[in-house]
């Protein structure tokens, strides 16, 4: 450990003097100021960075423009440190701990892994200004990811899921508290993936390794005026389907869990997709009935929701319908359950679907909400700021999907200088 410090701090002391031994930055007594006015060189001023070598000392040309009284340094804008103390580098080496561990732990394992000393609150601070950051080009960019193939068919989920939230955050908000205040902010979540594999043993279709993509935040998905704009949420799906050139596939399919927002989205974006409601969901609703009726303990239950099961698997929705009517008029979950699937039952079409070869299972929507959002944002005693929360989920979905190596190869082409 100390003989990597030692070679850290020569390695810092050599970069530092070949940059300052570098006087090209210095391109005559003047510079054109973003004013359209001549900014008069003003001598070479010291800054010191950290790095991912450790503190840095650098001196760098300034142009000063009198017309509008601002100042820079050329330098400072071609190696990305401008308004800023750190570089690049250690940003993006910050920005990954930050996405995925705490940022008490985030700290702590730069200072093991590394030998850098950046703060519990640097580290917070930086994480969520590059999620910042990549959030605004996750709503700028949307040239389609190069693929090899173009899957039979692809699928596409939603869902919600809550974290929790700072007090401040919540004014106004009701919630599932005794009191009616809530305590949670709903994140929505879109994924895309592929399953062109089947289970030999089931036939059940497989996810395909790697294909799964997340973009999420807390977003609303309520259609704003008249219907001529998409919501915040929708946008973000549609912006998400053009990534993955989710037009191109002979198929296509919408899974959600039965909620009202997934569907209407669903048919306005992709009007001609398969629309599927998650089995588990549904299976769980009869659950919920079946207890309501019986008794949450007993067989007698738990052997009325295996029948439901089947026969909601076996296509006979008209049966289950038909039980559910009968408890309906005295039992509310067996009315709501009735209404559910009555609802839904176009989405329901399991027997159908099964012999598509169709997924009929959101479990990677699932997964995606506890991988990219649970493990990261609703461990204990954490509480967010809409603006921090979404920050990290931008960072966090980047990373989970792949597409980190690309955003940080356009910031990188964004500080070069112009030939």
């Known amino acids: 450990m100390a003989a990597r410090r030692e070679a850290f701090k020569i390695a810092a002391r050599a970069v530092e003097r070949r940059?300052?031994?570098?006087?090209?930055?210095?391109?005559?007594?003047?510079?054109?100021?973003?004013?359209?006015?001549?900014?008069?060189?003003?001598?070479?001023?010291?800054?010191?960075?950290?790095?991912?070598?450790?503190?840095?000392?650098?001196?760098?040309?300034?142009?000063?423009?009198?017309?509008?009284?601002?100042?820079?340094?050329?330098?400072?804008?071609?190696?990305?440190?401008?308004?800023?103390?750190?570089?690049?580098?250690?940003?993006?080496?910050?920005?990954?701990?930050?996405?995925?561990?705490?940022?008490?732990?985030?700290?702590?394992?730069?200072?093991?892994?590394?030998?850098?000393?950046?703060?519990?609150?640097?580290?917070?601070?930086t994480?969520?200004?590059?999620?910042?950051?990549?959030?605004?080009?996750?709503?700028?960019?949307?040239?389609?990811?190069?693929?090899?193939?173009?899957?039979t068919t692809l699928y596409l989920g939603m869902d919600g899921t809550g974290i929790p939230m700072r007090k401040q955050e919540l004014t106004g908000r009701t919630g599932k508290q005794p009191d009616g205040t809530s305590k949670t902010r709903e994140v929505k979540l879109c994924t895309v993936w592929s399953a062109e594999r089947c289970d030999p043993e089931t036939g059940v279709p497989m996810r395909d390794p790697?294909?799964?993509?997340?973009?999420?935040?807390?977003?609303?998905?309520?259609?704003?005026?008249?219907?001529?704009?998409?919501?915040?949420?929708?946008?973000?799906?549609?912006?998400?389907?053009?990534?993955?050139?989710?037009?191109?596939?002979?198929?296509?399919?919408?899974?959600?869990?039965?909620?009202?927002?997934?569907?209407?989205?669903?048919?306005?974006?992709?009007?001609d997709a398969v629309e599927i409601v998650d089995r588990y969901h549904a299976n769980e609703h009869l659950s919920d009935a079946s207890k309501a009726i019986y008794g949450a303990e007993g067989d007698l239950a738990r052997h009325w929701a295996r029948e439901r099961h089947d026969e909601l698997n076996a296509g006979k929705i008209d049966h289950v319908l038909a039980i559910l009517r009968v408890h309906a008029p005295d039992n509310d979950e067996a009315r709501k359950c009735a209404e559910y699937i009555e609802h839904n039952r176009d989405r329901m079409r399991y027997p159908e679907f099964h012999a598509a070869g169709l997924c009929t299972s959101t479990g990677v929507v699932e997964a995606g909400c506890k991988v990219a959002i649970g493990t990261r944002l609703k461990r204990a005693g954490m509480h967010w700021t809409v603006r921090g929360a979404n920050a990290i989920i931008a960072l966090r979905c980047a990373k989970l999907s792949g597409r980190f190596e690309d955003f940080w190869e356009r910031r990188a082409a964004a500080l070069r200088p112009a030939a």
């Open 127 to 151: 994480a969520e200004a590059l999620g910042r950051e990549i959030a605004a080009d996750e709503r700028t960019y949307t040239e389609p990811l190069p693929e090899t193939t173009v899957p």
């Open 210 to 271: 790697g294909s799964v993509t997340y973009t999420a935040a807390i977003e609303s998905a309520a259609q704003r005026d008249t219907g001529q704009l998409l919501s915040d949420f929708a946008a973000r799906v549609e912006r998400e389907a053009k990534r993955r050139d989710f037009d191109k596939p002979v198929r296509r399919a919408v899974l959600g869990d039965g909620a009202v927002w997934i569907w209407k989205i669903a048919s306005e974006l992709f009007p």
């Open 19 to 125: 940059l300052n031994e570098d006087h090209s930055d210095h391109s005559g007594p003047s510079r054109v100021c973003s004013c359209g006015k001549d900014a008069r060189y003003a001598g070479r001023r010291a800054k010191t960075i950290n790095t991912v070598l450790g503190e840095m000392t650098l001196v760098r040309a300034y142009y000063h423009c009198s017309d509008c009284r601002s100042g820079w340094f050329p330098r400072d804008r071609t190696l990305g440190i401008a308004d800023a103390s750190i570089s690049p580098a250690l940003t993006r080496m910050i920005g990954l701990v930050g996405a995925m561990v705490s940022f008490e732990e985030g700290s702590e394992l730069l200072r093991e892994l590394a030998a850098i000393r950046a703060d519990s609150k640097q580290v917070e601070r």
